[in-house]
């Protein structure tokens, strides 16, 4: 019989079967074999982050750029609790990444070992599992290849989810078992699609007066790149006349530039969609979407359909958790919309649909998706927010591949509400949890995986500050990532709530929020980037247009830091409105 591998090689083979070509990671002595392993090896690549919580976020910018799946590796104790928080993040948006966390040496388990994140220190095995789809420690050599695959298949199946392994340092050193067939998982398939319920849908849709199909980011695997689905879901609304609206993390999984489209209907979101739903709605179509309290916007009862509502998600947990579904259909989106697709096309041979004509009235009749920006706005400094959203639409408007992660914060509002965004190009937002600096990390991942595309971070200065030293990352490693700076000097989004729930507030001052007015120019420059200052209108394309050239020839990271009125008022109304309500509550 021969020798069985070790678990080291097993895990290494396990990656490369699944396409893993860069893998994030913080150095530590608890995964020393490991890093070797990397250090050693010539067809994975070991980025080594600044802090844990940047190789996390990178990991899942790594994976949503690509599709594929996103590893980090950080030390045990502290290093692995710093990882906690953007692991969260992966999860609640549905991105796979695996997380190896390290793990004294189990001989040493129960006796005080440095860092031991045990049953008996720190359990982090614990710790990770309410924000995971799976957390698990390998202690044994003869389970650990299965563990690893079930992990794998946690983090790869639909619904799709973050995990997390804790690995013992001895266990890389010892014999595993292998599994009797190849490392790879292979395709993953959702609960297949019933015929009866597809054809129900679609009868429900073509004969409503005022149907809504609402995209949630559980429809990202089936919308979320430029294939026939994506075109001939856009051809069948159109033809139908069929509006369609999105969450804020779903924007751009439709294009914005057709007339079915509404835009964002969550927070913040577009005028167009929040006029259509301001008049009773009775066909409901929700494609993959929990129906958040952000995505939902407060889970306004505009939502709830005075006729039927169909609520389609591979998670049943999902479905009717926020609004009563009167059809819940446990289904991945994609072979969901392939059947729906086929149904039309069999409808389409007994006849037209009579109803589009006056839909199509409606839609004529709304105003539009992406408001224009005053002119007057231009000549004012500090810059406006909507002056630079409208720089950053030209910018768009080029033909070039960019992939958008926006972090939390009010540029997040501005961007959802006033610049289209469509294929090839994409926004990808944190939206799941709302953590402020994700983005400053994860820009770095995307850029590391998707090397021909721009990849840009929209961000605010507070946000920036969390994770602007992943820059040094970037520089180090030639990673050319663009940073947008929106330079308030303050946690805006915050103070303009506070503001509102407290107005005239001796306890609420611009002091109480402001940052200090650091030089984020030259702290970029410190960490490596090459740095770009606006502080009017005509200066803000061309450095966007100077750094992405300067991104891509040099391959240097950018940051652009634009100084933005803080007194304009933000985005975030319907939100302000919420939180304050809920602040009155408890004071009563």
């Known amino acids: ?28 002595s608890a995964i020393g074999p490991l890093l070797g392993r990397l250090l050693a090896e010539t067809e994975i690549d070991l980025v080594v982050s600044r802090h844990e919580a940047g190789a ?16 980090a590796i950080v030390t045990s104790g502290p290093g692995a609790l710093n990882a906690l928080p953007h692991l969260a993040v992966a999860n609640a948006d549905n991105s796979p990444v695996l997380l190896i966390t390290g793990e004294a040496d189990q001989a040493r388990h129960g006796r005080g070992a440095f860092q031991e994140s045990s049953r008996d220190g720190v359990d982090t095995v614990d710790v990770f599992r309410p924000c995971t789809a799976y957390s698990r420690s390998l202690s044994s050599p ?37 599994p009797p067939v190849a490392p790879g998982v292979g395709a993953m398939w959702g609960a297949s699609v019933p015929g009866e319920a597809v054809d129900r849908v679609l009868t429900a849709l073509l004969t409503a007066s005022r149907p809504l199909i609402l995209l949630g980011n559980g429809s990202r695997q089936a919308l979320g790149e430029t294939t026939s689905l994506v075109t001939d879901f856009a051809a069948f609304c159109g033809r139908h006349a069929l509006p369609v609206a999105t969450t804020t993390k779903a924007k751009g999984l439709f294009p914005e530039d057709r007339e079915e489209a509404l835009g964002v209907v ?99 009749g709304l105003p539009p998706v992406h408001p224009s920006t005053p002119t007057t706005y231009h000549e004012l400094t500090p810059l406006k927010p909507q002056v630079v959203m409208h720089h950053l639409r030209e910018w768009l408007a080029q033909t070039n591949e960019r992939i958008l992660l926006l972090d939390a914060g009010n540029g997040t509002g501005w961007f959802t509400r006033q610049v289209p965004i469509s294929a090839p190009s994409r926004a990808l937002l944190p939206w799941g949890m709302g ?12 850029k590391a995986a998707r090397p021909d595309a721009t990849c840009a971070t929209i961000t605010g200065d507070g946000g920036f500050l969390m994770n602007a030293v992943e820059i040094a990352t970037a520089a180090h490693r030639g990673i050319g990532a663009i940073w947008i700076v929106l330079q308030d000097d303050s946690y805006n989004t915050v103070r303009q709530g506070m503001n509102h729930a407290f107005p005239g507030s001796r306890r609420i001052t611009d002091e109480s929020f402001r940052l200090g007015d650091p030089d984020l120019a030259t702290l970029a420059r410190s960490l490596g980037a090459q740095a770009h200052s606006v502080n009017h209108s005509g200066q803000l394309l061309t450095a966007l247009g100077l750094a992405e050239k300067l991104a891509h020839e040099n391959r240097r990271p950018q940051v652009v830091c634009v100084r933005v009125d803080p007194d304009e008022p933000g985005p975030f109304d319907d939100r302000n409105d919420a939180v304050s309500e809920s602040f009155r509550q408890e004071t009563r």
Request: glycine content about 10%; aromatic content about 6%; proline content about 5%.
């Open 1 to 28: 019989m021969p020798d069985e591998p070790l678990f080291i090689d097993h895990l290494m083979n396990v990656l490369k079967s699944h396409g893993v070509r860069t893998v994030f990671g913080l150095p530590g």
């Open 56 to 71: 996390v976020a990178m990991a899942d910018g790594y994976a949503r750029a690509t599709g594929n799946l996103g590893v």
């Open 142 to 178: 003869d389970s650990a290849a299965v563990l690893l695959a079930n992990a794998l298949r946690h983090a790869l199946s639909t619904p799709r989810g973050a995990v997390h392994l804790s690995v013992p340092v001895d266990l890389y050193g010892k014999a595993c078992p292998s």
């Open 266 to 364: 969550s927070i913040g979101g577009s005028a167009r969609a929040h006029a259509y739903i301001d008049r009773p709605v009775d066909i409901v179509l929700v494609l993959g979407s929990s129906l958040g309290e952000w995505a939902s916007r407060n889970w306004t009862p505009a939502l709830q359909a005075s006729h039927t509502f169909f609520h389609v998600d591979a998670d049943p947990t999902r479905i009717g958790r926020a609004y009563w579904a009167n059809h819940g259909i446990t289904a991945d989106i994609t072979p969901f919309l392939h059947a729906l697709l086929q149904a039309d096309a069999r409808h389409r041979e007994r006849g037209e649909d009579g109803s589009a004509a006056s839909r199509r009235a409606v839609l004529r």
């Open 435 to 446: 953590s402020m600096g994700w983005a400053n990390a994860a820009v770095v991942g995307a």
